[in-house]
């Protein structure tokens, strides 16, 4: 009996120092108290994009129709980016109707919408980052697309 009042008081013992261990030391005692904030240096959000305007830019071709919405352009080099502002994911499936009735070709290019005619290829592209759904078209004219030979081949039999 006096067997199991050892090992009881042991226990006891055991739970109440370590009750008093943990309580006493926590993540400020390893560092000497400097667990107050984080060390990483302050995170600067990403600035809005600039506000858009409700008719296209002047250098945009004009033979490409365009949804309606708010425009945004980036002018950079032969090829054109405008995002559309102001629409829904309805949009892609509305500008690729826009761009087939006015004689573009639809092909599917890695995933991409992608509409030619002899003068512009033309990518649509539909994204909800940030929370607001953008359309992105992306023109390039056909001269800087580099073209594929023609092969013709003989008939075989």
Do not use: W
């Not at 030391?25 to 560092?31: E, G, L, P």
């Not at 980036?74 to 690729?96: N, P």
Request: charge should be negative.
């Amino acid at each position: 009996m006096t067997q199991r009042i050892v090992h009881f008081a042991v226990l006891v013992f055991a739970a109440v120092m370590m009750s008093q261990a943990l309580s006493a030391c926590s993540m400020s005692d390893f560092v000497g108290g400097a667990v107050e904030r984080t060390t990483y240096p302050p995170v600067t959000p990403i600035p809005p994009p600039p506000p858009g305007v409700n008719v296209l830019p002047p250098d945009f071709p004009r033979d490409i129709p365009v949804i309606k919405g708010t425009y945004r352009q980036d002018a950079e080099g032969s090829s054109r980016t405008l995002a559309v502002s102001g629409v829904d994911a309805s949009a892609v499936a509305a500008a690729g109707k826009l761009l087939t009735d006015a004689g573009f070709e639809h092909q599917t290019v890695v995933g991409q919408d992608a509409y030619l005619n002899s003068r512009y290829t033309v990518l649509v592209v539909g994204d909800d980052l940030g929370g607001t759904f953008t359309l992105r078209y992306t023109v390039m004219p056909m001269t800087g697309v580099p073209g594929m030979p023609s092969v013709t081949f003989p008939p075989l039999i």
